[in-house]
Nanobody, 123 residues
């Protein structure tokens, strides 16, 4: 069992940066691939970034490539999403998610979810 708690969201001006954190509880965090998704009202949850259990591979949505970086610290059972050059289109609730070993881009393949953290980018 893995419980996930996101933090770090907030209000930022366009062009600014934020770093989201997702702290996990449970003994097997290091065996889980982690990902960040985001969702806006009326839309499906959208894949943002993913990282393999051992940080051996990372994946990004085209819309965030070059601006966002996913990383993890297995010793701290935490995954991060560093976001730069934010724009209003990045406004959403951001969720972290976990699944065994390998990250995928499909939300329905993740069994563990945090409660979400709101990111609002003002223009």
């Amino acid at each position: 069992q893995v419980q996930l708690v996101e933090s770090g969201g907030g209000l930022v001006q366009a062009g600014g940066s934020l770093r989201l954190s997702c702290a996990a509880s449970g003994r097997t965090f290091s065996s889980y691939a982690m990902a960040w998704f985001r969702q806006t009202p009326g839309k499906e949850r959208e894949f943002v970034a993913g990282i393999r259990y051992d940080s051996g591979a990372t994946y990004y949505a085209d819309s965030v490539k070059g601006r966002f970086t996913i990383s993890r610290d297995n010793a701290k059972s935490t995954v991060y999403l560093q976001m730069h050059s934010l724009g209003p289109e990045d406004t959403a609730v951001y969720y972290c998610a976990g699944r065994w070993l390998v990250a995928t881009t499909r939300a329905n393949e993740y069994g563990y979810w945090g409660q979400g953290t709101q990111v609002t980018v003002s223009s």
